[in-house]
């Protein structure tokens, strides 16, 4: 069965703080996408990593996929309460539509 | 409007009530699926269809019915259900077609209904 594992499970940071989430998987994936989900509303894709150690930049957040496509982690650079919700990763099982998520990472940004 | 919506937002429903879920996606997607989101739970996958047929049915039990009439559409029948059924159940497109190879396939989600069986 596959699985991705996210940690920390919850943080509280002050505003301005650094943090990075983790997502780990013994599977390899063919592509990862991370999504944001706020109370009551569906995830919204955030950004979808393919290239195994590959970076992307979206304004204060850095996402990088590892370079076994096994495992990918999202910093936010001088967090802000805007950025409070629960961060998601899913993984794409090449060649089907089977589609794997974490067990999610609960932020909250205290002003 | 755009996206994916879901209708209604909130449901409360007896054990003995029929009712159902809509799903509709502006995206011009050929693949929808539908989650089941409770607390302290990771997204479990419920069902797939890619260009109107199902592909995935991810051990659910009858008690939930899905249908896809057409590529924008995607229904979730419920009957006899049970308090824990209860859940934020979430519908998702993507472009869908063929995955072979390493072609990338991005989901993207409606809001949810928020189902509430007593």
């Known amino acids: 069965t596959q699985l991705l594992e996210q940690s920390p499970q919850f943080l509280s940071i002050q505003e301005g703080e650094n943090l990075t989430v983790y997502c780990n998987s013994s599977?390899?994936?063919?592509?990862l996408q991370w999504y944001r989900q706020e109370p009551g509303e569906g995830p919204v894709l955030l950004v979808t990593?393919?290239?195994?150690?590959e970076v992307k930049k979206l304004k204060r957040l850095t996402f990088q996929f590892g370079d076994a496509r096994k495992d990918s982690s999202l910093h936010i650079t001088a967090a802000q309460p805007g950025d409070t919700g629960l961060y998601l990763c899913?993984?794409?099982?090449?060649?089907?539509?089977?589609?794997?998520f974490g067990t999610g990472t609960r932020l909250k940004v205290l002003a | 409007e755009t996206g994916v919506t879901q209708t209604p937002r909130h449901l409360v429903m007896g054990m003995t009530n029929k009712k159902s879920l809509k799903c509709e996606q502006h995206?011009?997607?050929?693949?929808m699926y539908w989650y089941k989101q409770s607390a302290k739970k990771p997204l479990e996958l419920m069902f797939v269809?890619?260009?109107?047929?199902?592909?995935e049915n991810n051990s659910v039990p009858s008690r939930f019915s899905p249908e896809c009439p057409n590529s924008s559409h995607l229904f979730l029948h419920l009957h006899t259900l049970q308090p824990e059924d209860s859940a934020l159940y979430l519908c998702?497109?993507?472009?869908?077609?063929?995955?072979?190879?390493?072609?990338?396939?991005?989901?993207?989600f409606g809001p949810g209904t928020r189902l509430t069986v007593l």
């Open positions: 998702a497109s993507s472009h869908g077609g063929w995955r072979g190879g390493n072609v990338t396939d991005t989901q993207y």
């Open positions: 269809y890619n260009f109107k047929e199902q592909t």
């Open positions: 995206l011009g997607h050929n693949a």
């Open positions: 599977s390899v994936f063919s592509s």
């Open positions: 990593v393919v290239t195994g150690g």
């Open positions: 899913a993984g794409d099982d090449s060649g089907t539509y089977k589609y794997i």
